[in-house]
């Protein structure tokens, strides 16, 4: 399916990427600035078979102007028996979010499977901390879905009052959701004043997951590492989107 989508398609055919069409099966909405997209997977699950991990993403295929473009978005709830899985969408200005407020059932999206990996902490961490936003919650809820007995800390940022409604698969137990809201560089602020206390005597013991926007994941990766001195192997860092 490479032909008509530019030189990304022909790229990711060259890298040996796999196609697949997905066909919406029902539609939620969460909140009014995020949506909630179920499928079937055309087959997605049952190829991946033992590579499914946490924070698993493909690339699908939006329609813009003369051609389709890619965006990745993270699978939600995969269920291989069934066949199917959902998307979630952190509404905006934007293809994905445009196609994702008029989805309804049996409308599809045509997707590519290729170079999605997650490298499990060893050893297992003793705290997990995290960090991200309304894009990068799905993510978020599979990792702390993989590590349930874990304890955690995740700082959150929210850019609407509704992102306080959105399902945080916390438990308070173990759990410990701290909100930012979006204001220029709150959140880099926030986690830089309260991370290091959280690390312990053994950096080496936590395992740090952060994904948001590009500049802050960037900044933050780069004090986690060369200030902290956590090893890069227990720092996952993926930048998701950039500041208008």
């Known amino acids: 399916m490479a032909v008509g989508k530019g030189w990304e398609g022909v790229v990711l055919k060259l890298l040996r990427g796999k196609d697949f069409t997905f066909t919406v099966t029902g539609v939620e909405e969460v909140t009014e600035h995020f949506r909630r997209v179920r499928f079937s997977d055309g087959g997605l699950l049952a190829a991946a078979g033992a590579s499914l991990h946490p924070t698993m993403w493909v690339r699908v295929w939006f329609q813009g102007g003369s051609r389709p473009h890619q965006r990745a978005y993270t699978l939600v709830d995969p269920d291989p028996a069934a ?27 045509e997707a590519t499977v290729q170079g999605t990996g ?10 997990l901390l995290v960090i991200g936003d309304p894009a990068s919650l799905p993510a978020v809820n599979s990792l702390l879905d993989a590590y349930p007995r874990t304890p955690a ?34 959140l880099a602020r926030r986690v830089r004043a309260e991370l290091p206390q959280l690390l312990g005597p053994d950096p080496a013991g936590a395992y740090v997951w952060l994904a948001c926007d590009t500049a802050t994941t960037r900044d933050l ?13 227990r720092v996952n860092s993926l930048g998701y989107w950039r500041a208008a």
Not at 222 to 230: N, P
């Open 118 to 127: 997650f490298t499990a902490p060893d050893p297992e961490p003793e705290r």
């Open 221 to 233: 990766a780069g004090y986690l590492k060369k200030e902290l001195g956590l090893p890069k192997q």
């Open 153 to 186: 800390t995740i700082w959150f940022e929210t850019q609407h009052d509704s992102d306080a409604e959105l399902p945080v698969r916390a438990d308070p137990d173990r759990h410990d959701v701290r909100r930012v809201a979006r204001d220029g560089s709150a």
């Open 83 to 109: 066949g199917t899985f959902a998307f979630e969408f952190a509404l905006h200005d934007g293809l994905a979010s445009r196609w994702a407020r008029t989805a309804a059932p049996g409308d599809t999206l």
